[in-house]
């Protein structure tokens, strides 16, 4: 089993900034695939972004490629999202998940593990 806490959550300008973090507990992330992914109200959860645990393709939804960096701290067993030229439309609740059978990156239904989430809302 894994555990998935996220946080760093809140309220933001646009064109702020945030740092997600998601820290995994239980067995080791070593050999997963993490991901984060959002869901506004009102609409489908959707792929943010997402990178293998030891290193590898990183994978970015078109909506934040180039204001958005996934990275981990392997010492720390912990995932970050830094979100950078925040815009009201990335108001979301934000989920980290980790993959362990392998799948599609970007399918949140190819993740086994998920986080409670933290909300992110950016005023205009």
């Known amino acids: 089993q894994v555990q998935l806490v996220e946080s760093g959550g809140g309220l933001v300008q646009t064109g702020g900034s945030l740092r997600l973090s998601c820290a995994g507990s239980?067995?080791?992330?070593?050999?997963?695939?993490v991901g984060w992914f959002r869901q506004a109200p009102g609409k489908e959860r959707e792929f943010v972004a997402a990178?293998?645990?030891?290193?590898?393709?990183?994978y970015y939804a078109d909506s934040v490629k180039g204001r958005f960096t996934i990275s981990r701290d392997n010492a720390k067993n912990t995932v970050y999202l830094q979100m950078n030229s925040l815009k009201p439309e990335d108001t979301a609740v934000y989920y980290c998940?980790?993959?362990?059978?392998?799948?599609?990156?970007?399918?949140?239904?190819?993740?086994?593990?998920w986080g409670q989430g933290t909300q992110v809302t950016v005023s205009s």
């Open positions: 998940a980790a993959q362990a059978r392998g799948g599609s990156s970007r399918d949140g239904e190819s993740y086994d593990y």
């Open positions: 239980g067995r080791p992330f070593s050999n997963y695939r």
């Open positions: 990178n293998r645990w030891s290193g590898g393709s990183t």
